[in-house]
T-cell receptor, first 109, second 113 residues
Framework: SQQGEEDPQALSIQEGENATMNCSYK?????LQWYRQNSGRGLVHLIL?????REKHSGRLRVTLDTSKKSSSLLITASRAADTASYFC?????????FGTGTRLQVFP | EAQVTQNPRYLITVTGKKLTVTCSQN?????MSWYRQDPGLGLRQIYY???????DKGDVPEGYKVSRKEKRNFPLILESPSPNQTSLYFC????????????FGSGTRLTVV
């Protein structure tokens, strides 16, 4: 079952610009996590935001969570070519982490 | 180095030939899980384990088996692989469900012909 839906499916920007990705989910959650995946590689955990938090920062990453709208956003500021990857949100409920289908981000030098 | 190790990285096999994909973590994590990733379908959970000797089905368990005899190992077994099991497989672990993020292995690309 798919819980998270990312939007947009694909995003192309220039280096230095900000990238914003959105995630919507369907059921109540304990926390929401964002992951990054370089092509064909394993996923790397970026940031976790708990259901009672509204915003969290980690370096150039900013995550917001709106539980009333069942949505989250990931902002990458001052993007770099090395940020090119797929980004997934994942919702943590009682017994599993459910991933969305991801946003493919391309950052051009 | 804290990591999840999957083997093999690539595997081509024939229909019906039993295979095992190994997964090992060195972080003393309680929770381990297997996912498959297919284009357009994202990551789907196959099986998960909350702790030793405790395993449960995920969303797509048909055709797969797992075991958790030791905390560090969580092998994925395909008793009779079929072409629709051609996929990219990932093992992941976390300290406990709901505690922190998951650490993923590098993946196993399986092709069943």
């Amino acid at each position: 079952s798919q819980q998270g839906e990312e939007d947009p499916q694909a995003l192309s920007i220039q280096e230095g610009e900000n990238a914003t990705m959105n995630c919507s989910y369907k059921t109540s959650i304990n926390n929401l996590q964002w992951y990054r995946q370089n092509s064909g590689r394993g996923l790397v955990h970026l940031i976790l935001i708990r259901s009672n938090e509204r915003e969290k920062h980690s370096g150039r990453l900013r995550v917001t969570l709106d539980t009333s709208k069942k949505s989250s956003s990931l902002l990458i500021t001052a993007s770099r070519a090395a940020d090119t990857a797929s980004y997934f949100c994942a919702t943590d409920n009682t017994d599993k982490l459910i991933f969305g289908t991801g946003t493919r981000l391309q950052v051009f030098p | 180095e804290a990591q999840v190790t999957q083997n093999p990285r690539y595997l081509i096999t024939v229909t019906g030939k039993k295979l095992t994909v190994t997964c090992s973590q060195n972080m003393n994590h309680e929770y381990m899980s297997w996912y498959r990733q297919d284009p357009g379908l994202g990551l789907r959970q196959i099986y998960y384990s909350m702790n030793v000797e405790v395993t449960d089905k995920g969303d797509v368990p048909e055709g797969y088996k797992v075991s958790r005899k030791e905390k560090r190992n969580f092998p994925l077994i395909l008793e009779s692989p079929s072409p629709n099991q051609t996929s990219l497989y990932f093992c992941a672990s976390s300290l406990s469900l709901g505690v922190g993020g998951y650490t993923f292995g590098s993946g196993t690309r399986l092709t069943v012909v």
